[in-house]
């Protein structure tokens, strides 16, 4: 399932006075171009126009957003630090120096992603606070049914460095699709798998594992079991020493 943009920018600030443009930039540049994800993902469309506002020199609010965007669909500060670094040999060494004390405020040490800039960059809801799985995690978590008693999935979100304990599904599949900035996840004695928007993880039961946000980022991603037998249940491991954890970076 991909994450569908939306955009309203247009309509809010120039809809009486440049109705035209309002709509191309809403309905057609974000509602079309940016929506198609399955010609080039979210996250390379986000460095594209990063690479192309910066080289025009355009670190205005509309590049700020668009750092927010990036930063959103899984583009890391090492990776940004590097895209900017790159373009700098071709766009200017000025224009560096104006994009790296923008995004030094999207991605720095001490600045993590509020819970409001994810709520605004997100199209799925938060939901409520898990408090009935509270015990299984280490951090906090949301869960927000999209309807879910008929077949749908459930959107789980975490905050940056949440991630739950160990836990085993016997008699059923679950499956991963990560919708919304950056996490892993990890079977027992395997290596680590990074989780962007788009990636789709499916874990067959009986299989050990965990998942979760990395450090820096708020993470989202739908889930639903199938193949569910009669004797279907979720085993939650007790937490074990760090070490047993993939380090998240």
Known sequence: MKKEI???AGREQLGEFAPEFAHLNDDVLFGEVWNRQD??????????????????????????????????????????VEIITHTAFYAGWPKAWAAFNMAKEIWGEDLQQSREEFEM???????????AYAKYFIGHSYLASMDAENGGPVNVTFEPSCRNNWHIHHESTQVLICVMGRGWYQEWDKEPIEMLPGKVIPI??????????????????????TNVGKGASNEWLEPVDDSYYYKLI
């Open 6 to 8: 939306k955009q309203t």
């Open 39 to 80: 010609e080039m993902s979210l996250r390379d469309r986000s460095l594209a126009t990063v690479v192309a506002l910066m080289s025009q020199g355009l670190v205005d609010s509309s590049f700020k957003f668009h750092l927010i965007s990036a930063k959103a669909n899984g583009i890391t500060k090492n990776e940004i």
């Open 121 to 131: 960059m997100s199209a799925y809801p938060i939901g409520e606070p898990n408090d």
């Open 204 to 225: 067959p039961a009986e299989t050990k594992h965990w998942h979760g946000a990395s450090n820096d980022s708020w993470f989202q991603h739908l889930t639903y079991t």
